[in-house]
């Protein structure tokens, strides 16, 4: 299980809900999934700490898969990204996924690398989806650039009156970075696609890339907390969370502090179970705190799994977390 995407309760429905990705080891056509994702499951819960998985009307009891034809742009396997409650009642989720073209990284070709950005629909509280992209029922709405890299991932949106943004990552074959694009028809179309967040310097625990992040709207500016790898290598370094915020609504961003990790894995507040990594932060502020979400493991012979860290203050400095078990 990994990349919590967490729904406080709603005017309409009192239950906390939370999507997140995972795989019994393959993807749809029996690929060894080189990636968490795969089909797309839903908990609720009373209070957003300790939550009961919902059985979906997929085969494997997910609520959102790949698509039927395997070829398809999100046909081998797929990812929830984001998920925004709209003001019927409906929720609107971004997702990403990736088909049987293979891309190359590294030297190697791997089927399911090419992803790119989704959008689907559900009028049932998040139990069934329908895509609802650019008019063609693939559901696609924001396809992968080589200029960038390999692939489009991992949305984030930030809604506003006038536009909408998304946040998203990509790899070149050595580094990440985010990137940020412009919406106005509720996120069908988007333009402007611009950097977001570049790579640390030199020996910055963020020198390989920025990936997957969570954002948030506050008073006077927008907080992202982002998973960066450290120098360690392209898919071995160590991965922690840093801090960035930006004053423009999330077009251009500043490294928080003097860019060092705020929350790094295997050391308090976090346990032993966050050795190898921590990643695919998710943020909520509810209840005069923030609620930080993410997924860790151990090390490469555990499975992933989905932790919780609260900041009291809405600080979000190393020593603002306590740990809360989910």
């Known amino acids: 299980m990994a990349n919590p995407v967490v729904l406080a309760p709603g005017p309409d429905d009192g239950k906390w809900k939370m999507w997140y990705y995972g795989n019994n080891g393959n993807w749809s056509d029996g690929t060894v999934g080189f990636l968490p994702t795969g089909t797309s499951g839903l908990a609720e819960s009373a209070d957003g700490v300790s939550w009961t998985k919902v059985d979906g009307p997929r085969a494997d009891k ?3 898969g790949p698509a039927d034809d395997v070829e398809a742009w999100d046909g081998l396997h797929t990812g929830v990204g984001d998920v925004l409650r709209e003001d019927d009642g409906s929720l609107l989720m971004f997702y990403f996924g990736g088909g ?3 891309a190359s990284a590294a030297g190697k070709a791997y089927r399911g690398l090419n992803m790119q950005i989704g959008r689907a629909r559900s009028v049932d509280g998040g139990l069934s989806w329908t895509r609802c992209g650019s008019g063609d029922g693939t ?4 396809e992968a650039r080589s200029e960038e890299g390999l692939f489009a991932s991992w949305p984030r949106i930030l809604q506003y009156d ?3 943004l998304m946040l998203y990552h990509a790899f070149n074959g050595t580094h ?3 990137f940020s694009a412009i919406s106005t028809d509720s996120g069908l179309s988007w333009s402007d696609r611009r950097i977001a ?6 020996g910055s625990f963020d020198e390989t890339g920025v990936g997957t992040r969570a954002v948030i709207k506050r008073e006077s500016d927008v907080l992202m907390v982002y998973e960066g790898v450290d120098g360690g290598g392209t898919f071995t370094g160590k991965h922690r969370l840093g801090a960035a915020t930006s004053l423009d609504g999330g077009r251009t961003w500043a490294r928080f502090g003097d860019g060092s990790a705020i929350v790094e894995p295997g050391v308090a507040p976090l346990g032993a179970w966050t050795d190898q990594v921590i990643g695919t932060p998710y943020i909520v502020a509810y209840g005069g705190a923030l609620r930080l979400y ?8 555990t499975n992933m799994l989905i932790g919780l860290l609260v900041s009291e203050s809405r600080d979000f400095t190393a020593d603002a977390w306590r740990g809360v078990d989910v």
């Open 62 to 64: 997910s609520v959102f």
């Open 197 to 202: 967040l570049d790579c640390g310097a030199e």
């Open 100 to 102: 049987g073209k293979a």
């Open 176 to 178: 990440w970075r985010a």
């Open 139 to 142: 559901g696609l709405v924001l």
């Open 162 to 164: 006038d536009a909408w």
């Open 294 to 301: 993410h997924c860790a493991k151990q090390n490469p012979g």
